[in-house]
């Protein structure tokens, strides 16, 4: 059974806080206008994010409570690893609580802060797809007993829920990974992306594991831009991840899937819609 987070009395935030809040949701408003998936910003309307107040986690928490049956978990900071990867298996979503300051606008201490966490994560947590991969990939870490497995594993959660594009079919692809939601860095360099960039979610896993081995000669830096046709495709390559990570029986060897092909412009040209086309929609 999970349990609310305990609400807590409400004191108005500091004037300096409400401030940044406010320049960092107006920002992330009109970059993300036409940009984020649809569901993105039915979310943040149901969760009733405004420019105007910073949010209390203690509504929030009820509120989504209610909605999803996930607990939110307030951090002073990110967890470590397997505390984190944990807390997503039992449908909990640390939080981390600490508002950046105007010093570090443009890049918070450690990377997050309450403004890119319930802007990023919480308001796809509604839909209630997105949350059962999410989910799914916190059960996914338990299986990655091994250095490889668990760099496989981050290197899959950076493509996908960090820096993830959401395409139906026909549709021009839309943001929805975390880090694209709210780091305008990361936002202006998925549109500037290349074409070729642009790679289908189906097969993810397995070239994943491709472009981090050794003899790939591929860095990190050339991993592609996966695009999802829809929550359940994004759950289905999340269990083939799993499939992935899970040890074989001793005596038969390894049966990880075989190797994807490396990408090519002809499986790039089949997705429609270029990065430019999320230039054009601004």
Known sequence: MTLHLLARPHHPAPPASGMVWKM???RQQALLHRRACPAFVAGVAALGLRREEVPTLGRLSQLVQQRTGWTLRPVGGPLP???YYAALARRELPLV???RTFAEFDQPAHGVDLFSEVMGRLPLLLEPGYAQALQALGQAWALATTPAAAALLRRFTRATFELGLLAPAGEKPQLYGFTLLTSARHLHAAAAAPAESLQPLAGAAQQLRLLGAPVAGLGTEAQPYFVARD????????QVLTAELTPAPLGQGHHALPLAAAPTGARAGGLGPRPAELRRAS
């Open 81 to 83: 690893e397997a505390a």
């Open 231 to 238: 929550w359940a495709q994004l759950l289905a390559e999340v």
């Open 24 to 26: 960092l949701f107006d």
């Open 97 to 99: 609580t600490r508002l």
